[in-house]
């Protein structure tokens, strides 16, 4: 079966390869999914699968507790569910990618446009082609080559097509309050073809720095919110020292800085000539996979209230957690689907797989603690290039990943049989 | 004649400081000055003064080598200047003062809302009521004053009520091109009743300071353009401290940093959970009196260029000049306007004024070197309050600056006569 699959995929690898172009070019950075979506959604109709696509949105949605996102509308970012169900007396499988993409950031840092798709030596380039459109393109392949092999499964795959993971999972929860859940699941982040089994959660913050106008000719007169935020930038780094090295966990043991505190922005002052008088950075801090959140935002505070300068005791910055959150999540290293994915991984490589744990929170930490759906983080993108300039993925990854990925599905939904004598 | 200006202004006290409020309750920050302008020009009006309004444009100002200013269009904008002719044989003064205000800044630091023109224990407050309306006014009120008492000068006055000193002077440079020049100006910028005889130039600065985006949670595979942007503010603070050990001028040894530089702004990075891969600071650099400007650029350049950092070393920080810049300028310290104003001082005060140098820039070194027209600076506003939350002014110096710049128009621009038997 191993390589009735591996022929499959070479044989509509251009089909592929294709269909991810168009997907990349799509710019679907928050706010504009829809043009991306539809392509999803048309393709999973194609395949003949039951598709739902819907806005996100309603009462029960921004005002449940996990919810977090810097908008409540979303219209125009439509979520997008496949469903093949099963013929019965087998395990469930969601397939979770999310279809959102960062900003491309600094246009001149980009070789190409950012979203040109551009394919060299076996690499495709663009902003999401990482992370984590290729991811969703071998898994949308995975099902694709199944259903055109002819298998029949017992268990049902939910392939579930979401917004807003780059902004705090709250299309992962509205697909989740819309009913889907599985006995697990699996996302295609990008690993690097590791395995993760663990995944770190994050949370977003802004930091208020406070200095005091003046003229910029009596500066002497002022304070500056921008030398002030310096300190806390420094605060912060040293926060970020200190939590890392308590981290002992072997799956750790491979990454430099396993909980991050990252500061993403940074704005203050609004005049050449003036004293800035208010700073604001934004950032992202680590959760470890076993540490409750508001730990983690404790020892940010208690960093930020122990300033060693008299104005920042006397003009205390002021924390806010806001917009965006990832709660960490994990499933048993011995669980049944890491079992399968594993053996399924060996049997495509020839060779064992790394198992790691994410350096960024998933959408799994919801479909875990929200949708009592455990979550396996493996997928085919670099973990470097995500976010990064010229960000690529290359090809061969794609559907080495999505090999495995139909042979996971396999193994773990169960075979009901075959439609076509002869397919296999 | 000094008892009787005194006697006038304390019977019109009240009619100045209504005038002065309604003219800081008009928001005249850049592309909003038209309506505190027209304010300007009806009273110039009803005073009997020739007004000329009109909005600076055309490409004589804009490709003129001291233009300066982030806008080329200045609709909505206008400058006004009144003239009161002399009668011949005496020397003709330019009055001039500018009616734009820089932003409000932090809202949460004003006690009041920042155009409230508020007033208690005789201070008025309000943005621009120090820099620098309340100067305007007094300036206003000593030709009212001179006016109404019937006095004809010799020589002409020309009040100037200008925008866009706060970004370069390009309405003082209009005024200058439309043609208003005179054998001495007076400018009346917050110097908190001290005369300035010379006057700081400045220049506007950006500093762009690349890093390489990646996800934050893998924020080791990037390099951070906060973090590297920390080390070009410590550079530019060291620069700062090696020019003003430098100077050595007595106009200077009351103030702290003679020659400041000013980071006004930061904004770098788009996204939390990216390392950001650009921060662009702002600034404005001081120029001594007598040093030319392309020297100071140059030893920025060269700071910027000797940073001991590997990444900055391979990616050096871009400077670039942009947007406003105030021109260096003095008047010889004998000058009989210097004479006259110490007169007037001391008539008005009883006791010796201080002169010292001026901690920013003014619109005096273009009226000395485009219009040939040297300039004392000299005001009523309070230095250290200017651009700073919470501006005010102490509405007693208002008056006490108008009876001094009353007394030095009738002793340098010469008296003619009086209209009117009996009023002085």
Redesign the interface.
């Known amino acids: 079966m191993k390589d009735t699959i591996k022929q499959w995929m070479q044989e509509h690898r251009e089909e592929a390869v294709h269909f991810l172009q168009q997907v990349v070019q799509a710019p679907s950075i928050q706010g504009n999914e829809a043009d991306a979506q539809k392509l999803v959604a048309d393709k999973l109709a194609a395949m003949g699968l039951e598709v739902d696509m819907w806005e996100p949105g309603g009462e029960e949605l921004i005002h449940h507790s996990y919810f977090c996102s810097p908008r409540t509308v979303f219209s125009g970012s439509p979520n997008v569910v496949g469903i093949w169900r099963g013929e019965g007396g087998g395990k469930s499988l969601i397939l979770n990618g999310h279809i959102d993409v960062?900003?491309s950031?600094?246009r001149e840092?980009w070789e190409d446009d950012p979203f040109s798709g551009k394919i060299e030596d076996g690499k495709m380039y663009g902003r999401g082609v990482t992370?984590m459109k290729g991811g969703n393109i071998a898994m949308l392949y995975a099902v694709e080559c199944l259903k055109q092999l002819g298998i029949r499964l017992k268990g049902d795959v939910v392939f579930q097509s979401v917004v807003e993971e780059?902004s705090g999972g709250s299309g992962t929860l509205a697909a989740i309050l819309r009913g889907y859940k599985a006995d697990a699941a699996l996302i295609p982040e990008p690993t690097g073809m590791k395995i993760f089994p663990k995944q770190?959660g994050?949370m977003?913050?802004r930091i208020k720095v406070?200095g005091?106008?003046?003229?910029?000719?009596?500066?002497?007169?002022?304070v500056?919110a921008?030398?002030k935020?310096?300190l806390v930038?420094d605060a912060v780094r040293k926060l970020e020292t200190e939590r890392n090295e308590k981290i002992s966990d072997p799956l750790y043991q491979n990454i430099?800085?396993p909980i991050?505190i990252?500061?993403?922005?940074?704005?203050?002052?609004?005049?050449?000539?003036?004293?800035?008088?208010?700073?604001e950075l934004?950032?992202?801090m680590?959760v470890a996979p076993e540490e409750e959140m508001e730990d983690a935002k404790r020892a940010m505070e208690k960093a930020l209230s122990s300033l060693e300068d008299d104005w920042l005791k006397e003009h205390p910055p002021v924390l806010e957690w806001f917009?965006?959150q990832w709660v960490p999540g994990m499933i048993e290293p011995d669980h049944e689907l890491m079992n399968r994915l594993i053996h399924a991984y060996r049997s495509v490589r020839g060779e064992e797989p790394l198992i790691e744990a994410?350096?960024?929170?998933t959408d799994g930490g919801l479909l875990a603690k929200v949708g009592g759906t455990p979550a396996i983080v493996f997928g085919p993108g670099i973990?470097?290039m995500?976010?990064?300039?010229n960000e690529y993925i290359e090809l061969d990854k794609v559907v080495e990943c999505a090999e495995i990925i139909a042979l996971t599905i396999m193994q773990w939904c169960g075979v009901a049989g075959e439609k076509k004598a002869g397919a296999i």
């Open positions: 960062v900003p950031g600094d840092q992370d780059e770190q994050s977003w913050f406070k005091r106008s003046a003229h910029g000719g009596t500066r002497y007169e002022g500056s921008i030398e935020s310096m930038v430099p800085i991050p990252n500061i993403g922005s940074i704005h203050g002052g609004e005049w050449p000539s003036s004293v800035p008088d208010l700073v934004q950032g992202r680590g917009g965006a994410s350096p960024w929170g973990t470097g995500a976010h990064y300039p």
